[in-house]
């Protein structure tokens, strides 16, 4: 299984990114999948997942912020960010959220203030 994450740059804040992972040797449509991130020093945490019927879910940090979405026949799901915050700064990450694969480089995202 390989994940690959891009879409990531520098943004100011208030700005907005929009990530893609696409996977290979895993077909995403029958997992849940979620996108992580890590900010430096501290340790990976879930921010927005989507389920295999497309209901999504989203940590307070990000809600009204991020929008998760997946493209079952490309293989792919995306993050759309807005309204960036330069705490949003951080390694982007996706992958199965209740059965991890290996993880991919990620994306890094970086908010200038």
């Known amino acids: 299984v390989q994940l690959v994450e891009s879409g990531g740059g520098l943004v100011q804040a208030g700005g907005s990114l929009r990530l893609s992972c696409t996977a290979s040797?895993?077909?995403?449509?029958?997992?849940?999948m979620g996108w992580y991130r890590q900010i430096s020093g501290e340790e990976r945490e879930l921010v927005a997942s989507?389920?295999?019927?497309?209901?999504?879910k989203y940590a307070d940090s990000v809600k009204g912020r991020f929008s998760i979405s997946r493209d079952n026949a490309d293989n792919t799901i995306f993050l759309q960010m807005s309204s960036l915050k330069p705490e949003d700064t951080a390694v982007y990450y996706c992958?199965?959220?209740?059965?991890?694969?290996?993880w991919g480089k990620g994306t890094q995202v970086t908010v200038s203030s």
């Open positions: 040797k895993m077909r995403i449509a029958i997992y849940l």
């Open positions: 992958n199965a959220v209740r059965s991890l694969k290996s």
């Open positions: 989507i389920g295999q019927t497309g209901n999504v």
